[in-house]
């Protein structure tokens, strides 16, 4: 199969769309490994970027490169978008929203790393919905704990080419431009999808 992507071109990608790991999940009943956060390595900083709205929802583009380590592979951010309310549940239950950063990597195989970061937008603010040119990454990364999983896209063809890493922990959106643009145009969520006999696992 193959994936003509406009940040890699066209590779080929791995997974059946319809096959048995499909995302999002609801997060239950986690496998606790130790060293687990030892695995990821996050290196975001503050950044311009481009937002259009390209069929599929609005994605955000980076103009720098930002990194993402997973168990030693290097993934670069593609694009960060959002869904409202959250596409993962925790223990049977949604949150408010969800952010997206995808990150991908292509030797001869397309692969991708999505963090994803559950995220509080508080009060409502001015309702104007510009998206902002300029996102202050490490400011919407939390830290701490994660679980951890594989799985596929959630929207598109929903290829299963996909190491999810769901932080535990909320992030308070302080930008007002940022907050009313994810309450008017963030995506809409994908149902949470069966977990098969997949393994979820969770930081200790």
């Not at 955000?60 to 670069?76: S, T």
């Not at 830290?143 to 299963?160: N, P, Q």
């Amino acid at each position: 199969m193959t994936c003509n992507h406009p940040f890699v071109g066209s590779v080929r990608c791995q997974g059946d769309h319809m096959g048995n790991q499909q995302s999002p999940i609801n997060l239950r009943d986690a496998v606790v490994v130790p060293r687990l956060a030892d695995e990821l390595d996050v290196r975001w900083r503050a950044d311009q970027f481009s937002a259009h709205d390209e069929g599929n929802g609005w994605r955000f583009r980076p103009r720098g490169e930002h990194v993402v380590c997973l168990g030693g592979a290097d993934y670069r951010l593609d694009n960060l978008h959002f869904h409202r309310p959250s596409e993962h549940w925790v223990r049977g239950r949604s949150r408010g929203a969800e952010m997206h950063a995808v990150h991908l990597r292509a030797d001869d195989v397309l692969r991708a790393c999505v963090v994803a970061v559950f995220v509080d937008l508080g009060e409502p603010g001015p309702s104007e919905a510009k998206p902002p040119s300029g996102i202050d990454l490490p400011a919407l990364f939390p830290g701490g704990g994660f679980h951890r999983y594989e799985g596929s896209l959630t929207t598109g063809d929903f290829d299963e080419i996909v190491s999810w890493v769901v932080m535990n922990d909320p992030v308070q959106v302080e930008d007002p431009a940022l907050r009313a643009f994810v309450r008017t145009h963030a995506d809409h969520p994908r149902p949470v999808q069966p977990v098969n006999r997949r393994f979820v696992l969770a930081t200790g």
